[in-house]
């Protein structure tokens, strides 16, 4: 990780949990300012979903890595990890939720923290998922009806499953995950210590803002958008142009457009579709959080192997 990125991630953690603040003030102090689910869309789509929309980019390096010439075999294999997770959503809703949860925290822990550290332990690696999981439980704690009946409207109706939540929530489970992620950022910032990792506690801060201010999905939405992609987009742009972050902006943008367009298209079609057998929020949280799991278990994969060949 270049020094460029570093410094840009360091003036970008401090900026987010600034406007976090005054943002959470302002909707706290006008209360009745209203921001619909169709904007959270509308920001997923065009700044959330963009941050991976050069895995084309990377799958052809990856099929490089492996001598494989055709690049139609990445296409066909990203498009069938997704499809397949959406056809298991439908019949296992519970179970492909969990291991969306799961697999998400990892992730949100990992690409917002491994630009300050160094360490490819194990250990590491289930600290990231710990940091993570704060993204999970705190909409859980703070707001836990609203975050179980966003749960409910992704077609999870299980008992066994409701039961598991009831006895979380009464024997304080959330709040003793919350005490793991807090000592996980405790342990990445001690970790080969330096002043500029506290960082790491102003995200886990403005995650926490977020979610005792704002409702789950505007809570989600701010952070996934303006903190995580805002991220990984900062380091794609300086990788395309290491030289000039104006111009590698632009080239990202011009690569970035195509199935960012694409992927647009198609949730608003099934928007469409969805809005004929739903209310509305209730297809829209559909398209945000089952179509981010379809997105997010390719993605993820594809960085893994990606990784793994690099080495």
């Not at 002043?195 to 999905?217: A, G, R, W």
């Not at 939405?221 to 111009?247: G, Q």
């Amino acid at each position: 990780m270049s020094n460029k990125i570093k410094k840009i991630n360091l003036n970008h953690s401090f900026i987010f949990f600034f406007v976090v603040n005054i943002f959470c003030i302002l909707l706290f102090k006008f209360n009745n300012l209203n921001i619909s689910s169709i904007l959270c869309l509308i920001l997923i789509l065009i700044i959330g979903v963009s941050h991976g929309s050069l895995d084309h980019i990377k799958g052809k390096k990856l099929l490089a890595l492996l001598n494989i010439k055709s690049t139609y075999i990445f296409y066909l294999a990203y498009i069938l990890i997704s499809a397949v997770v959406i056809g298991t959503w439908m019949i296992l809703p519970s179970i492909t939720l969990i291991l969306f949860l799961i697999i998400a925290s990892y992730h949100f822990g990992k690409e917002d923290t491994q630009f300050l550290i160094i360490d490819r332990s194990y250990f590491t690696q289930m600290l990231y998922f710990f940091k993570g999981f704060l993204i999970i439980l705190a909409p859980l704690y703070f707001h836990f009806q609203e975050t179980i009946a966003i749960f409910k409207l992704l077609l999870v109706d299980n008992e066994v499953f409701y039961s598991s939540l009831n006895f979380i929530e009464t024997n304080k489970v959330i709040q003793i995950g919350i005490i793991c992620s807090t000592l996980s950022s405790i342990f990445l910032f001690l970790k080969n210590f330096e002043i500029k990792k506290f960082v790491i506690f102003l995200d886990y801060f403005s995650i926490l803002i977020l979610n005792y201010f704002l409702s789950p999905l505007l809570a989600f939405t701010v952070y996934f958008c303006f903190l995580h992609s805002v991220r990984h987009s900062i380091s794609l742009t300086i990788e395309l142009d290491p030289n000039s972050v104006v111009n590698g902006f632009k080239v990202f943008v011009k690569k970035a457009l195509p199935l960012t367009i694409l992927t647009a298209i198609s949730s608003f079609i099934a928007l469409y579709l969805l809005s004929n057998s739903y209310h509305l929020d209730s297809a829209i949280l559909k398209i945000i959080f089952i179509g981010l799991a379809s997105l997010t278990f390719p993605h993820i994969l594809l960085e893994y192997f990606l990784e793994k060949n690099e080495k």
